[in-house]
Structure formats: C-alpha cells, structure tokens
C-alpha cells in the first residue's frame, strides 16, 4: 500500500498535555538499560584519511536524559559479532543519516540520491530485521525509519518531490535549522504515539527526500502527513518499535513531549533488561516511567 492511499478515520482533536518524566532511584548494584545506537562513517580530513565511526550528541542527550545508557555500535563488524551486541543491549536506536542503497527495495538510482555507505545498510537492515524478530525494543528515526520498513519488506519513494506530485516540501536540510517546524503531522488516535506525544496532531521538523512508499506487512502507519506521506509506525504487539520520519531530538528544547519517544524505549528496555538480571535483587537506576498531568 502506498502512502497515497493509506489512511485512517477518527483523528481526535488536537489537545495539549505536560509531560512529566519521573525518575525512580533503586538500589546502589542498579544499572541503567544500555541502548545501542548504530553509526555513521566519517573519513577524515587528515593525509592519509581514515574512517571514524560516529554519532550526533542529540541522540546521546536524549537518552541519557531518561536514563539510558548509550552504546555505539560501530560499522564494519560481522554478523555473528553484531547479534552478540544484540544479545549485550536492552534497546536499539537507528538514527537519520544518508540514502539506502535502492537494490534493497527494488528501487532506482536518482542523481539527487546521497550519502550511501553499503556497511552501514547492511549493519541496519539486519540490526531491524532482529530486533523485531527477538522483540528488541526500537526506535527509528527518519533513515532509521526507512531501514526498519525496507528491512520487513517495503519499498520507498527515491525522491518524494519528484515521485509524489501532491507532496508538500520535507527536505529542508540546510535551508532552515533543525529544529524548524515544517508542517504538521496527524497521529492515530489509538497509536502509541498519540499516547506518548498527547495529542492527535503535532508539528514537525523535516530533514528528508526519501520516505515510505510501499508499507511492510509488520507494520502500522500511525503517523501522516498533510499530503499523506506516511511520517510514523510501529510493530503492533511488540513491545516497544516505534518509528519516526522526523528528528526528536532536536525538537525536545521546545516540545519536551517529544522526550518521551526516548523515554518509552528507555522504559522498555528496562523492562527487558530485568528479565536478565541475576537473583541477587539488583534492580534499576533512574528507570523511566511517564505521567500526564
């Protein structure tokens, strides 16, 4: 289904909420839930050049903001080595960053496409495909969103301005900063999403040219834009994957609601992670837990 004809009835209206994010102090042997962050590839500007393996300070104030504990995960690494990751973390995180390689899709090859790196689609897919499959809790933004859907399946628009005739302008990379809210966003009434941001319609930033064309069968869309470009899913009984096609984390200074998609993945990585503690009563520092009010 494309995001043309995907839709849905029964949007509420719009209400404001504070959302307050609680921290519960335990005991000292806690620990807090380790939240795995995949990369992006840098080459450097030095003679010879080298690769560095990087991550956006946002992402790593968001989740320490809730109590996580981010873990980078670097490119380059094996199959094998990446499930023993999965198997260490509570939670994953995939960020925005460049294009996906459209051999993954079935997709074609524009001249506005950029930013590939063939280890980093390769690391991803199969970091999503996993995490849905061994109920990892997720969260995905923009790039990541688009990985989490062509990993279950789906397919993209290789440039919504040209492939979208209705659509409204979502790249606004480098033309304004990245907190500028570009257009607004309906959520599902019965979605996750509506419960954690706290209302039916929210406005967003939008730093993308790629999104979602065809849907995975795994997952919902919850989230859309005005010309009904698919902005938001999730994986219905799993518990925590949520995807966004905008940053959050750049938006948390002016909308603290949006701290709390970090929170609910934090807070269920929690919950994960103490089905593997040992029995000696350790529980967890500064889990997460959110209130409206």
Not at 43 to 52: A, C, G, M, R, W
Not at 114 to 125: I, K, W
Request: net charge negative.
């Amino acid at each position: 289904m494309s995001s043309t004809s995907c839709h849905y009835a029964g949007i509420l209206p719009a209400f404001t909420t504070s959302h307050t994010i609680i921290f519960a102090e335990e005991n000292s042997m806690s620990i807090k839930p380790l939240i795995g962050c995949t990369t992006y590839r840098k080459t450097s500007e030095q003679s010879p050049p080298i690769d560095l393996f990087g991550l956006m300070p946002s992402y790593i104030d968001a989740i320490t903001a809730v109590g996580g504990l981010p873990v980078m995960i670097p490119l380059g690494l094996t199959e094998r080595d990446l499930s023993a990751i999965l198997n260490r973390i509570d939670g994953l995180l995939l960020p925005g960053g460049g294009d996906i390689e459209p051999q993954y899709y079935g997709g074609h090859m524009l001249e506005t496409m950029y930013g590939f790196d063939e280890d980093r689609d390769r690391v991803e897919l199969y970091m999503a495909r996993q995490a849905v499959t061994q109920r990892k809790p997720l969260l995905t933004i923009c790039r990541g969103t688009q990985v989490l859907n062509v990993a279950l399946g789906g397919t993209l628009w290789e440039d919504v301005k040209m492939m979208m005739p209705q659509a409204i302008t979502h790249d606004y990379n480098r033309i304004q900063p990245r907190n500028f809210l570009a257009h607004s966003v309906d959520l599902h009434p019965d979605s996750l999403l509506h419960r954690q941001i706290g209302r039916a319609q929210t406005r967003v930033n939008s730093l993308h040219h790629q999104g979602i064309n065809r849907l995975a069968a795994e997952l919902h869309a919850v989230a859309l834009a005005p010309d009904g470009l698919i902005e938001g899913v999730e994986v219905p009984g799993h518990p925590y994957a949520v995807g966004v096609q905008w940053h959050p984390e750049n938006l948390i200074a002016d909308d603290p609601a949006m701290l709390t998609l970090f929170a609910g993945l934090v807070n269920a990585a929690a919950g994960s992670a103490s089905a593997l503690t040992n029995g000696n009563g350790a529980g967890r520092a500064h889990t997460p837990v959110m209130s409206s009010g």
